[in-house]
DNA sequence: TGCACGCTTGAATGAACGCTCATATGAGGG
DNA sequence: CCCTCATATGAGCGTTCATTCAAGCGTGCA
């Protein structure tokens, strides 16, 4: 805003730095930033869609999603990372799962308002 | 999975195609994950708090984000193409609003999920 | 013990991205 | 008209990122 204008400079510079007191912290907006960001792949949310469906192992994810066995394992790695998967090893196989219903409904969400 | 186990193979097999066809179109996931990617930048996420605070100009958008008022332009355009946020020229001043309170919604739940 | 299978990992590559700097456009004031 | 202010745009640049290819590792079976 400009300073020739006086009275509502003041308003607005006020409600301006009142604004800067509300925005959330630069920590707080990567954080939210990085939630999204490991949504912004296609390949990342097949996968979770794929888990959403069923706990796979990761040759069913690979065909599921259908990449290549070795980009699945390392978005798998991105996946697991962020807590948003579970694995355990079963012989020669690892399960994964969907950490948790949050992420479920996350996607389910997601997929309403941007399906539409 | 491998074929070497009949009566597992075949049921498994069945699901896992079962659950092809219940996999989303790539057209959506495509889709899903640009909604995403819009949200996976911090600057653009500061810019839409910013603006889920009140409609503002550029320069205020620009102070508020604590970013270059060319990065805002150029993240406004983002923003615009995407259709996140409307626009209306006032005199030399661009103001720019969140297109909807759908994107509010999805800012204040992405904080929400994100920020605990 | 050796080999096949399922999965992981690291390096390399190409694409996408966000920022900056410089320039352009356009409106208003002197 | 010219100059300034607000914003937009384009080129260039460094970085991030997803994929592929090749190699590594652990498990189970012959």
Redo the contacts between chains.
């Keep these: 805003?400009t300073d020739d204008l006086f009275q509502m400079s003041e308003t607005?510079e006020d409600?301006?730095s009142e604004?800067?007191g509300?925005?959330?912290s630069?920590a707080?907006?990567?954080?939210?930033?990085?939630?999204?960001?490991i949504?912004?792949?296609?390949t990342r949310?097949?996968i979770l869609?794929?888990l959403s469906?069923?706990q796979l192992?990761v040759?069913?994810i690979s065909?599921?999603a259908q990449v290549s066995q070795s980009a699945v394992s390392h978005q798998l790695r991105i996946l697991r990372n962020s807590g948003l998967v579970n694995w355990k090893k079963s012989g020669k196989q690892v399960f994964y799962s969907l950490d948790s219903d949050?992420v479920r409904t996350?996607i389910e969400?997601?997929?309403e308002?941007?399906?539409t």
Tied chains: 1, 2.
Excluded at 28 to 37: E, P, Q, S, V
Excluded at 39 to 42: A, E, G, N, Q, R
């Design positions: 805003m607005f409600s301006l604004m800067k509300r925005m959330p630069d707080g907006l990567l954080k939210m930033a990085d939630m999204f960001k949504l912004s792949d296609p949310v097949r869609y794929a469906l069923s192992c040759q069913d065909e599921l949050a996350l969400k997601a997929s308002h941007s399906l």
